[in-house]
């Protein structure tokens, strides 16, 4: 009884390459993944910063009128020249976003600072295979702060 040969040779090269491919898409994406998270809570801080410095721009004129307040109010165009210099401020910016960070909206509503930031983050893996057709993932925070007036005692 003679036994044939099966021609293996090369099936465990074939399976390495696809178990290389495997390994490959999956470090990308946790790579591609992690960056955009990464981008969302540095640029989630920045906003955060920026309406807590907002939220203590005091309307003086209002609070000088003499009549009772009980909020402190906030003046619209302070609120905005603080939004904007804390942003603009080069260790606050997130350097995931590469500078295209921008600043949506800041409002207020006498009491209330709300701020709104965007930014593009371009993908390390992805981006060099997709550059055509993709600009990266593109990052909104929201972020709010409000104003406490407390009685002197």
């Known amino acids: 009884m003679m036994r044939q040969q099966s021609d293996d040779e090369g099936t465990v090269t074939l399976l390495i390459v696809f178990f290389a491919l495997i390994v490959a898409a999956l470090v990308t994406v946790v790579v591609d993944a992690s960056t955009v998270f990464l981008a969302e809570r540095q640029l989630q801080s920045v906003a955060d910063g920026a309406a807590a410095a907002a939220a203590q721009q005091a309307d003086v004129g209002a609070i000088y009128q003499g009549s009772s307040i009980d909020v402190l109010p906030l003046s619209i165009a302070g609120v905005s020249n603080a939004v904007g210099a ?43 295979v997709a550059q055509l057709w993709s600009d990266g993932v593109t990052i909104d925070v929201v972020a709010s702060a409000q104003t406490v007036l407390r009685p002197a005692t």
């Open 86 to 128: 804390y942003v603009d401020e080069p260790a606050h910016r997130p350097h995931e976003c590469h500078g295209t960070e921008e600043v949506v909206a800041a409002d207020t509503d006498g009491r209330t600072v709300t701020v709104h930031l965007r930014c593009q983050v371009p993908l390390p893996f992805v981006n060099v």
